[in-house]
């Protein structure tokens, strides 16, 4: 497959932003998939994520049209209504028909059109007709489902599988078979790094066969190979780093490896073993301080087990991909990022920490998905001072107090996260703080679902909010924020509560099925709340 733009998606960037972004995680969940099924990099080209401020758009988006093998429009009323729509569909058509090809057009019927179901209207429009008579992918029914469940993740299978069937339709009969390909070229100490057991697999060291000397190996880095036996080219990882030059990779044997590390050059680390052969175990001290601009740590078991007031993993700078841990600490918190630093935490099991599994303050970002954060004393996320992290796709739950907690004029993303289990609240806002909530299912909670108060605000959309011990969304001490097109029931008193100076504004929420109704609205409460179109 090409390294360059391989796939389009047609849509209209209304309906992308009335789903909160929904379109382009659907795009990068494809994206991934296809990688995950062949290996290789799968770009879809959006031009909200692909095209500079300024640039003509139309020149590049035709020029893409030109380089991308597949087309995938999503069909929405809106679809047939919008002329740049319509003539990307008409430009890719008259593509495949040059090609002699069917199979490049993926539509994806998002929401019911008029003009698809009245057979006298797809007639009277010709490129209707063209989507009526495709095997499209129908989303309508899964539109509301949390891009994280299982159906959803099936029909996104299905869309990749379709896509690398006829990729491997396309391909010319005289190349090379990739499989035999990377056995030649890529030594056995190459595979078993790229291919090191955890949870974020890198690819194969191979270049993609679409030039025509078909794929060759990538330059590896120099590796260091830290053994305690002695048997590598350093007993501890503490002297492999000293020894290493920026750029460089350490492959950490099984052992117990009693030292914290501080990482001050670019480097990847990476354990040779299964989950929880590679230990590397800090007291007094932080496992792992990070301060360098980029580097990678995958395959580790992470330890602080004590001695004063340290993290496990402290990142203080830069851009570290953290992948495929498990992390403790009995000190402080699990993981802290602070300072600007910008990580990316993925697959990682981070638990049981005296305080909280991941902190983020000081104007700290990050992007944190499919983690597991659990049984911590305290939070399982707690932002604040400015902290403003993406949560994506985690699992928090078990928590002794709030599953997240986002205070102290903090901000933050939080979509399609599975939060429950918490001891207090799945989410708590307060203190000023205003995030984004967009598809979480937070539910099971011993008290509130989510708990706003002391000027708290946030933007909470399209969750499902359910079976908590107490309400759904409790409101106080000033606390504002906007709720629209939730499901919230089942919880074990009312859907909302609002009380003690708390206001809002309610939009397009279904708040049946919960045991005492849907409002418990203090007096001094209801010229604050604004409610519209609310099921009850």
């Known amino acids: 497959m090409s390294k360059h733009s391989i796939a389009f998606m047609s849509y209209v960037r209304f309906d992308d932003q009335h789903e909160a972004g929904r379109l382009s995680e659907l795009r990068n969940r494809l994206s991934g998939e296809i990688r995950l099924q062949t290996g290789e990099e799968f770009h879809i080209f959006q031009d909200r994520t692909d095209i500079a401020w300024g640039q003509q758009w139309k020149q590049r988006i035709d020029g893409s049209l030109d380089a991308v093998t597949f087309l995938i429009p999503i069909i929405t009323p809106g679809f047939f209504k919008s002329q740049p729509c319509c003539d990307e569909l008409k430009h890719f058509l008259n593509r495949e028909k040059e090609l002699e090809r069917e199979d490049l057009i993926l539509p994806v019927y998002y ?77 056995r100490l190459s595979m078993k790094i790229n291919l090191a057991k955890s949870p974020q697999r890198e690819e194969a060291g191979i270049e993609s066969p679409g030039v025509s000397r078909g794929p060759v190996a990538k330059t590896e880095p120099p590796t260091r190979i830290v053994d305690a036996f002695h048997r590598g080219d350093h007993p501890t990882l503490g002297d492999a780093l000293k020894a290493a030059k920026p750029g460089d990779r350490i492959l950490i044997r099984p052992g117990l490896y009693r030292e914290g590390i501080i990482i001050d050059k670019p480097i990847e680390i990476i354990g040779d073993g299964e989950l929880g052969e590679v230990v590397i175990e800090a007291e007094g001290k932080n496992a792992v301080l990070y301060k360098a601009n980029m580097g990678r740590i995958a395959n580790l078991t992470l330890r602080q087990i004590g001695g004063g007031n340290w993290y496990c993993v402290d990142i203080t700078q830069g851009r570290l991909d953290l992948e495929g841990c498990d992390i403790t600490c009995k000190s402080t918190s699990c993981v802290a990022i602070h300072g600007g630093a910008d990580p990316r935490l993925r697959h990682n099991r981070i638990h049981d920490s005296k305080q909280a599994g991941v902190v983020v303050y000081k104007n700290g970002l990050g992007t944190l998905e499919d983690n597991d954060i659990f049984g911590n004393a305290m939070h399982g996320v707690a932002i604040f001072d400015g902290g403003n992290p993406t949560l994506r796709r985690n699992r928090i739950y078990d928590g002794k107090m709030f599953g997240v907690h986002i205070f102290g004029n903090a901000l933050g993303i939080l979509e399609d996260n599975d939060i429950f289990s918490n001891a207090t609240a799945g989410v708590a806002i307060t203190e000023g703080s205003n995030p984004t909530l967009h598809r979480n299912r937070i539910h099971d909670c011993k008290i509130n679902g989510i708990y706003v108060e002391t000027k708290g605000k946030g933007t909470i959309e399209d969750n499902d909010i359910l079976g908590n011990e107490y309400c759904g969304v409790a409101i106080c001490k000033g606390g504002n924020p906007t709720l629209r097109r939730n499901r919230i029931y089942k919880n074990l008193y009312r859907a909302i509560w609002v009380y003690e100076g708390g206001e809002g504004i309610f939009e397009d929420n279904d708040l049946r099925g919960n045991t005492k109704g849907a409002w418990d609205i203090a007096a001094d409460c209801l010229d604050k709340v604004k409610r519209a179109r609310n099921k009850e």
């Open 111 to 187: 929401v019911n059109c008029p003009i698809l179901n009245d057979e006298s209207k797809r007639e009277a429009n010709p490129l209707a007709k063209v989507i009526a008579a495709r095997q499209y992918i129908d989303w309508r029914e899964l539109r509301f489902e949390p891009l994280t469940s299982p159906q959803v993740g099936r029909m996104i299978e299905k869309m990749a599988t379709q896509i690398v069937e006829a990729l491997e339709r396309g391909q010319p009969a005289t190349q090379p078979p990739l499989v035999s390909a990377a056995e030649e070229r890529v030594s």
